[in-house]
């Protein structure tokens, strides 16, 4: 199950602060929400907390009945289960070779019966650490019954490492953030659980552009074959108005790593799949400080990300199976988010896919529902008191958890809530307009008209508009709030300008190893106040460009 720390906790451990949108085929986040009534939230509260500022629920996690609940400030992990009369405390846990600064609780997660919980801050005397460095550890406790058992310590890094960052466990194998690494460069182990409390290390995951203060595993997640680890701290260089070369410092990244070779079980080859970026960097945004890996789906999350009057940012990004990985779009930002996307964690259950998103700032936390890629917002969850609710969240699909780490009185507290599988209401389509609508101004002397193209291709009218032009253009204006460019995909198309209301927004890619792949959203904007609107696209490169259709929101 995802789970996530808070921003905090990750600056404390690097000691220093870290320094949007195409939208893949079939993904959408639109603006529509469902009206539901807020949850209730009922407070996870701790007994006898060591300390007074415990900062409790720095991190947190669910598995059906049992709740994690991680607090560094008290070098402790509190089990919660729910019974028939509630929530109720099940046990506390600690590390046997417990230190003051081990920051034990940092990161948590659970697998059925099963918990891991890191300490960055440990000094692992048998991985001849030296004096105050942190090497970090992870704790691997099993339940039986009602008990729960420490039954070992996993991982020996290098001083500096601060294993234990971040954690995530599949019931099969176990990734673990090390950000510290090689000058805050960061790493990820990723381990392999022979028999419960037997671990062998498969593989220390970097990033194939590794760069120092990257901080690569702040944040991780694994599901099946595929492990996840975001570098908020990395530096992204990329094309502003499709030509200049910029750089943006701490605009942060996200790697897909892919189990190859052996069987998953038996000790298989993991290579980098991805670098996944926002696709306008935004210096210091801190995209990938966050983040959660379900299946196909990753959710990503950009707290400092720039987005009007708000700030911060999660971006959900899917994988197909021929195409790879997608441009991640963003989920729509709520009004006053601050630190939107500091925390995230994306499940399925019923059917249903639900994301969740922290804002630590606006102390709150939004849900997201919807089925296969498509996730509306459906609930904001609030409470009273809960001070810096958002710094942590977790949810397995049915049930979220909430971190509030100045809570109850500046301890920290959780709060659990039934969340369900919430029917969100579908997106808002106008109109789907076709290349042939006379409305469509075409401009540029190498536009042609393309009819009776298979049905196999899967293009809207079996027809497309297509130029081999560079700086031709199409402009479309229309009312609604947001649109999107459908087109093919081919190894013959190249790259596409698209500019809103006049303003340069991106440079997105049609070219595909692939041949004819109709029905590709290749960008998307939403959100945009609602009125007339133009989008306008330029040809760029490659032997042709294509429209196929404008949908409108």
């Known amino acids: 199950m995802a789970t996530t720390r808070t921003m905090t906790t990750l600056a404390r451990l690097l000691g220093a602060t870290l320094i949007a949108a195409p939208l893949a085929a079939g993904l959408s986040a639109g603006a529509a929400h469902a009206a539901t009534s807020a949850p209730t939230l009922t407070q996870l509260l701790p007994t006898a907390l060591v300390s007074g500022y415990a900062r409790t629920a720095n991190s947190v996690a669910v598995s059906g009945n049992t709740a994690i609940v991680g607090s560094i400030g008290d070098n402790a992990a509190y089990v919660f289960v729910k019974t ?72 020996c890094s290098l001083a500096g490492d601060k294993l234990g960052a971040s954690v995530s466990f599949d019931g099969m194998n176990a990734v673990l953030g090390a950000p510290g690494a090689n000058q805050n460069t960061g790493a990820a182990y990723l381990f392999h659980e022979i028999t419960p409390g037997d671990w062998q290390q498969q593989q220390i995951l970097r990033a194939d552009d590794g760069q120092p203060g990257a901080a690569f595993g702040s944040s991780v997640s694994i599901s099946g074959t595929t492990a996840l680890a975001g570098a908020p701290g990395a530096a992204v260089t990329f094309k502003r108005n499709g030509d200049t070369s910029v750089t943006a410092a701490g605009a942060g990244a996200a790697y897909t790593f892919v189990a190859t070779g052996q069987p998953v079980k038996s000790g298989a080859a993991w290579a980098e799949q991805t670098r996944l970026t926002a696709p306008t960097p935004t210096t210091g945004a801190q995209f990938g400080a966050s983040v959660s890996l379900n299946g196909n789906l990753a959710l990503i999350g950009a707290p400092f990300d720039k987005n009007g009057a708000s700030a911060g940012a999660a971006y959900l990004a899917t994988r197909n199976a021929t195409t790879g990985w997608g441009f991640p779009v963003a989920l729509t930002t709520p009004s006053g988010a601050n630190q939107f996307g500091g925390s995230v964690s994306l499940a399925s259950a019923g059917g249903q896919t639900t994301a969740v998103v922290g804002d630590y700032g606006a102390q709150a936390a939004f849900v997201y529902n919807g089925s296969g890629t498509t996730l509306m917002l459906s609930n904001t969850l609030r409470q009273a008191g809960a001070l810096g609710l958002g710094s942590a969240v977790a949810t397995d699909g049915t049930t979220a958890v909430l971190g509030a780490i100045y809570g109850a009185n500046y301890q920290g ?54 130029t081999t032009n560079n700086g031709d253009a199409v402009s479309y204006t229309f009312t609604g709030t947001g649109v999107s460019y459908i087109t093919e995909k081919s190894v013959d198309e190249g790259k596409v300008k698209v500019y809103i209301d006049g303003a340069y927004k991106a440079t997105v890619n049609a070219n595909s190893t692939a041949h004819n792949m109709g029905g590709q959203t290749l960008y998307s904007i939403s959100g945009l106040p609602a009125g007339s609107h133009t989008i306008k696209l330029v040809k760029k490169s490659g032997v042709y460009m294509l429209l196929d259709a404008f949908q409108v929101r």
């Not at 004096?131 to 704790?139: C, D, H, K, R, S």
């Not at 809530?417 to 106008?430: D, L, S, W």
């Open 84 to 155: 028939a009369t509630g929530w109720a405390q099940q046990a506390r846990l600690t590390a046997p070779d417990a230190a003051t600064n081990d920051l034990f609780g940092s990161a948590v997660t659970i697998h059925g019966n099963t918990i891991l919980v890191g300490a960055p801050g440990h000094v692992a005397a048998d991985c001849n650490a030296t004096p105050n460095q942190q090497t970090g550890a992870v704790y691997e406790f099993d339940r039986s019954g009602a008990a729960w058992k420490e039954l070992a310590s996993i991982g």
């Open 413 to 466: 507290s959780a709060y659990a809530t039934q969340i369900g599988a919430v029917a969100p209401a579908p997106v808002r389509v106008i109109a789907t307009v076709n290349d042939t609508d006379p409305s469509l101004v075409y401009s540029g002397s190498g536009w042609g008209y393309y009819g009776g193209r298979p049905a196999s291709v899967n293009d809207l009218d079996n027809d497309v508009h297509a």
